[in-house]
């Protein structure tokens, strides 16, 4: 089993950066596809952006593009996501995930472990 466990969330004007930490316990996750995902209120959860276990791909929702950064730090069992220029849009519970293969992609449904997820609100 894999604890994933997100930090880092808060609030923040629009155009600030926050950066936000999964951290995994029970299991090394650096042969785990990870990703990360939000939901905002009266939303379903949606697709935020994803690496593979090595690093070397990445994908992105249109949303986010240019604006975030997904990033792993294997010998600390550790996924980043690095949010600058936020807009209030971003606001959303922001969670962590994770798949034992090497690439998941943005299939909500394919991910195994979720963290609680940590709250970004984002103020105009």
């Given at each position: 089993?894999?604890?994933l466990v997100e930090s880092g969330g808060g609030l923040v004007q629009a155009g600030g950066s926050l950066r936000l930490s999964c951290v995994a316990s029970g299991r090394t996750v650096s042969?785990?596809?990870m990703g990360w995902f939000r939901q905002a209120p009266g939303k379903e959860r949606e697709f935020v952006a994803t690496m593979n276990?090595?690093?070397s791909r990445t994908n992105y929702a249109d949303s986010v593009t240019g604006r975030f950064t997904i990033s792993?730090?294997?010998a600390k069992n550790?996924?980043?996501l690095q949010m600058n220029n936020l807009k209030p849009e971003d606001t959303a519970v922001?969670?962590?995930a994770a798949d034992p293969v090497n690439w998941v992609g943005s299939d909500?449904?394919?991910y195994d472990y979720w963290g609680q997820g940590t709250q970004?609100?984002?103020s105009s």
């Open positions: 089993q894999v604890q042969r785990y596809a276990w090595g690093g792993r730090d294997n550790t996924v980043y922001y969670y962590c909500i449904r394919e970004v609100t984002v």
